[in-house]
């Protein structure tokens, strides 16, 4: 795999948890203003799906191999 396919990969998963993480924290901000059970109950799912998607492993030919 070329390294411009790795990139792009890298890249899409850094921008949907970093957006999973704008979303989640407006949750918090609606939790704290208008409906506090709510929010948080949604916040909470979305913040933990946020750093999944940022943990994720990419594909075999794009992680780097520390063994050699």
Do not use: H, W, Y
């Not at 795999?1 to 990969?9: A, D, Q």
């Amino acid at each position: 795999m070329t390294t411009t396919n790795c990139i792009r990969e890298k890249g899409s998963k850094f921008i949907l948890g970093f957006l999973l993480l704008i979303a989640a924290a407006g949750l918090v901000v609606f939790g704290f203003t208008l409906l506090p059970i709510i929010g948080f109950a949604l916040a909470v799912p979305v913040a933990v799906l946020a750093v999944i998607v940022i943990r994720a492993r990419l594909n075999k030919q794009c992680e780097i191999d520390f063994s050699s």
